[in-house]
Nanobody, 123 residues
């Protein structure tokens, strides 16, 4: 499965962005991860394709929302009230398996990764 992510850019603190990621083939779940400069990659949000079950990193729930267009095999990440600490490269990933929802928080659940899209939150 190939993944194409888009939607990153420069936004002021308090602003919003919506990221998109389209999968070229069959997926059982899609997730978003991010990696800030000098930090490890961390989980952001995921959606199980079979039932649209969602899972969020606890620290981001409420500001970020994951959704999908199943017909387009596309997942979205709506990011609101952005903070400078949200600055990172955001990666989407596709999982070949249907997992218990919490397992989608592990990078090992995914076998395909997109190229990343840069989000910069700065005034």
């Amino acid at each position: 499965v190939q993944l194409q992510a888009s939607g990153g850019g420069l936004v002021q603190p308090g602003g919003s962005l919506r990221l998109s990621c389209t999968a070229s083939g069959r997926t059982q779940g899609m997730g978003w991860f991010r990696q800030a400069p000098g930090k490890d990659r961390e989980f952001v949000a995921a959606m199980r394709w079979s039932d649209a079950g969602v899972y969020y990193a606890a620290s981001l729930k409420g500001r970020f929302t994951i959704s999908r267009d199943k017909a387009k095999n596309t997942v979205y990440l709506q990011m609101n009230t952005l903070e400078p600490e949200d600055t990172a490269i955001y990666y989407c990933a596709s999982s070949p398996r249907t997992w218990n929802i919490g397992n989608y928080g592990r990078s090992s659940a995914y076998d395909s990764w997109g190229q990343g899209t840069l989000v910069t939150v700065s005034s």
